[in-house]
């Protein structure tokens, strides 16, 4: 079993949990991530590895609460454990020194953004990092990102926090500077990161996106991470995450990922009010307090 040694919550629906796994930790690199099933029976859900302490043989793990699976593994408190964590799955990102890499993470996928970023610091390059939430309580991993970028623009939608605007608005601002930027790495939602690839391809900068297409084994038996880049077919568990970004099929992987919009709606329903009825019975059978 895989023990929570550590667990808070970061921003709104968004929590970090580090978790006893020494095989994992001891071979995990950036880039890569798990598939953890919160219950036994349980979905098989990805997860990306924000960090890993080989010597206390932990993987720290981020993640949105946006269905069933992510609420039950959200009610899971330090001393608990998780039945199920496999990995380390996924290729590690391709680090080399090249130069200045501007990485982008929008959302919790600055979770999945910010290892590479650590990576490409240690490798010796140039890090500009941008960040982005829709508003300032949703705002993560400041601080980390700080640690090894040589500058750090966070934006929100909203102007409550940094800068007003997108990540993408940041990174033209930076290219018509005249920055020199050798590869552009973005994780974050599909419409980000389809913006990103569009923003950089006029001007023939690499871009590198991380993939988030619906995974059930991480091994590529099921097909369900199918994705199309340069009108060809990958698996992203085995072949991926990461995809030039100038070649990804966003339209076909959007459509694809809102085939179980609905289902993880009704799945997310159903559990809180499983949450509630016990909640309600709890307080019924406490005993009642002098007055």
């Known amino acids: 079993m895989n023990e929570i040694v550590a667990k808070r919550r970061i921003a709104k629906d968004v929590y970090r949990i580090s978790v006893k796994a020494p095989h994992i930790a001891a071979r995990r690199k950036a880039g890569q991530f798990v598939i953890v099933v ?59 020194a090249v130069g200045t890499v501007v990485v982008v993470g929008g959302g919790v996928g600055t979770a999945a953004a910010c290892p590479i970023a650590a990576a490409s610091a240690e490798a010796g390059n140039n890090v500009i990092s ?24 966070v934006c929100t939608d909203d102007g409550s926090y940094g800068r007003r605007g997108f990540v993408t608005e940041a990174l033209a601002e930076l290219i ?28 023939r900068i690499k871009t590198v996106v991380s993939l988030n297409p619906i995974m059930v084994d991480g091994t590529g038996m099921c097909g ?16 991926g995450p990461e995809f030039d970004g100038h070649q990804v099929d966003f339209g076909e ?26 909640l309600d019975d709890a307080l019924k059978d406490k005993p009642s307090q002098p007055s």
């Open 38 to 96: 919160a219950h036994e029976g349980g979905e098989r859900i990805p997860l990306t590895i924000l960090s890993s302490d080989a010597e206390k043989g932990t993987i720290d793990l981020v993640f949105l609460v946006v269905g069933g699976s992510t609420l039950e593994l959200s009610r899971l408190e330090e001393g608990q454990s998780i039945p199920h964590v496999a990995g380390p799955l996924g290729k590690p990102t391709d680090i080399e």
């Open 130 to 153: 941008i960040i982005g939430a829709r508003s300032s309580d949703l705002v993560i991993l400041e601080e980390e990102f700080k640690g090894f970028s040589e500058r750090l623009i």
């Open 176 to 203: 018509e500077s005249g920055q020199q930027i050798d590869e552009v790495v973005a994780v974050g939602p599909l419409v980000m990161m389809s913006a990103v690839a569009e923003t950089t391809r006029p001007h």
């Open 224 to 239: 369900g991470c199918r994705v199309s880049v340069g009108g060809k077919t990958y698996f992203a568990c085995v072949d």
């Open 253 to 278: 992987l959007a459509s694809r990922l809102g085939a179980y919009a609905d289902f993880e709606k009704t799945s997310l329903e159903r559990i809180r009010e499983v949450h509630a009825c016990l």
